[in-house]
């Protein structure tokens, strides 16, 4: 019965889907991300897995998404566990915080960002290589 009820369980499979995440969980991976983002870009979708605006959000992109640009790293935070990491992000990219929260990066900077429904806005096929 627990595993109905469980939060932790609905978080986890909330992020199935057909994007090939990566979770982004450590300042150490957050590091190999920007330097990934030279050879390729890298996606970092921020989530707050207790709003429903966030859940919304990051369906809609997951079903824009259905046929992905295959050189694009996609990066999923879980702002509620990984904090932390949102804040180095915030930091490290001089890109003030927000949730929902995409942010393209190539070559270790933020070359497109967007929050909330203005995500959809942003052609992700624009950034492959």
Request: aromatic share 10%; charged share 20%; with cysteine.
């Amino acid at each position: 019965m627990g595993l109905f009820f469980n939060n932790k369980s609905s978080n986890r499979t909330e992020k199935i889907s057909g994007l090939p995440w990566i979770d982004l969980v450590s300042i150490e991976g957050l590091e190999d991300l920007l330097k990934a983002s030279f050879d390729h870009p890298q996606i970092i979708f921020k989530h707050s897995t207790s709003c429903g605006i966030s859940r919304m959000v990051k369906s809609n992109f997951e079903k824009e998404y259905l046929q992905f640009p295959d050189t694009l790293g996609f990066f999923y935070l879980d702002l509620l566990s990984y904090r932390s990491v949102s804040n180095a992000i915030a930091d490290r990219l001089k890109i003030p915080h927000e949730s929902p929260q995409l942010l393209v990066i190539k070559k270790g900077e933020t070359v497109a960002h967007a929050s909330h429904s203005d995500i959809l806005n942003i052609n992700l096929f624009e950034y492959q290589d």
